[in-house]
C-alpha cells in the first residue's frame, strides 16, 4: 500500500471521512525518515507537530532526576496517530521526550495547518474531536491499568495494541512501561508461554 493511501485509510477509518475532505489536507502532509533513537519531540519544546506512524515505534518517556532513571509512559506503533497529547492539543511545553525506538517513516502535520482544517471541513473537526477522544480514552486507560490491574493484565493489553514491539524495544522498555523490574517481567513472559 502506498504511504499516503495508509494515511488516508487510517484518518478515513477513524473518523468516517470522504476522500474529498481528506484531499483537502494533502498539501499539510510531509514524510519524515527518523533514525533510532532521533527526537520527534524534546523535553520542554512545543509539539509543533501531530504525527501518523508508517513503520517503527516511538515512545513517550521522562527523566526521573530522583532515580536516575527513564520512565516509559505510551508506546506508538504503525498506523497510530501519534503526539505528546497535553503538549499538542495545549500548545505548551512538554513535560516528556518522543523518540524513535527503531528507524521510522512517519507523516506529519502542523499544528496550525490542523486548526485550519479543522476551522474549514466539518469531517476534519470530527477527526479532531474523535482524536482528542482518543487521547483521553488511551491516558484513562493506562492511569486505570495502574491503579486496578496486576503487571500480567497490563502486559497483555500491551501486546493486544503492541503485538510486534518486542521486535523494535528492549525488555527493560517494556518493564518500565508497565512499572515493573526486569525479572518481573522474564517471569511474566515465562509464564505466558508455558
Known amino acids: 500500500m502506498e504511504p499516503i493511501a495508509q494515511l488516508k485509510k487510517s484518518v478515513m477509518e477513524v473518523s468516517g471521512m470522504r476522500e474529498e475532505d481528506f484531499a483537502l489536507s ?12 532521533e527526537f520527534y519531540n524534546e523535553y520542554r519544546n512545543v509539539c509543533k507537530h501531530l504525527g501518523f506512524i508508517l513503520s517503527g515505534v516511538f515512545r513517550i518517556y521522562r527523566f526521573d532526576d530522583r532515580t536516575s532513571t527513564e520512565r516509559n509512559m505510551l508506546f ?3 498506523n497510530q496517530f501519534m503526539s505528546p497529547y497535553k503538549s499538542f492539543l495545549n500548545q505548551q511545553a512538554c513535560e516528556y521526550y518522543t523518540e524513535a525506538m527503531s528507524v521510522a517513516d512517519i507523516y506529519y502535520i502542523h499544528y496550525d495547518h490542523l486548526q485550519y482544517l479543522y476551522q474549514t471541513s466539518p469531517a476534519w473537526e470530527r477527526f479532531g474531536r474523535l482524536y482528542a ?4 480514552n488511551t491516558v484513562m486507560t493506562n492511569t486505570e491499568g495502574f491503579l486496578f490491574k496486576t503487571a500480567e493484565e497490563r502486559y497483555r493489553e500491551m501486546l493486544d495494541i503492541h503485538p510486534d ?6 525488555l527493560y522498555h517494556i518493564a518500565s512501561y508497565l512499572g515493573i523490574e526486569g525479572p ?3 517471569r511474566i513472559r515465562k509464564r505466558l508461554k508455558a
Open 165 to 170: 514491539i518486542f521486535d523494535a524495544v528492549p
Open 26 to 37: 494533502l498539501p499539510y502532509w510531509h514524510h519524515k525518515t527518523y533514525k533510532k533513537g
Open 184 to 186: 518481573s517481567l522474564s
Open 76 to 78: 506508538f506503533t504503525a
Open 133 to 136: 477522544e482518543a487521547a483521553l
